[in-house]
């Protein structure tokens, strides 16, 4: 059960993780359209996920996901 709990938090980081880069990437095309609701959405969406992820991933947890113990 631990595993899977593991698995579901990982999954949480590294998805929070990727949307981040992504509005990053695509933050000049939406500026560009004058798609600030969206804009604000992305925000709102990542800010909540990332406090999720603070929450709920402890800092030994956090240390496992980014594989820091191999490097």
Known sequence: MKKIKLI???????????LTMM???????????????????????LVSLWLICKKIISEKELYILTFSKYF
Do not use: T
């Open 8 to 18: 579901l938090k990982g999954m949480l980081f590294y998805s929070s993780l990727l």
């Open 23 to 45: 509005l990053i990437m695509g933050i000049e095309s939406i500026i560009e359209q004058d798609c600030y609701g969206l804009l604000f959405a992305w925000i709102l969406i």
